[in-house]
Nanobody, 124 residues
């Protein structure tokens, strides 16, 4: 099984930045996709950003496009999510997830391995 551990969450003021990291214990196959998801109170879990192992396929939710950047660090087996210009509506628990099947999109139903989540709070 794959172990995923998120880190980097915290409390920031609007306009601030955070960088989340997803550490992956191992990769099972040549092909895989890592995704970042978030769930705010009273809202459904949504895909924020996803990246394939090659980096050739990228996805960003419209709400974060231009502010968030996803990247992979193969040497450290991590996937990073740089979050800039944070807004109060970005407040949520952020999860990383992995799939080795070709996903239909950056949607939670396609991902089978999940981390425990890290809290991001943007307070005004």
């Amino acid at each position: 099984q794959v172990q995923l551990v998120e880190s980097g969450g915290g409390l920031v003021e609007p306009g601030g930045s955070l960088r989340l990291s997803c550490a992956v214990s191992r990769f099972t196959l040549d092909y895989y996709v890592i995704g970042w998801f978030r769930q705010a109170p009273g809202k459904e879990r949504e895909g924020v950003s996803c990246i394939s192992n090659s980096g050739s396929s990228l996805y960003y939710a419209d709400s974060v496009k231009g502010r968030f950047t996803i990247s992979g660090d193969n040497a450290n087996n991590t996937v990073e999510l740089q979050m800039n210009s944070l807004k109060p509506e970005d407040t949520a628990v952020y999860y990383c997830a992995m799939t080795t099947y070709y996903p239909t999109g950056c949607v939670q139903a396609d991902f089978g391995s999940w981390g425990q989540g890290t809290q991001v709070t943007v307070s005004s």
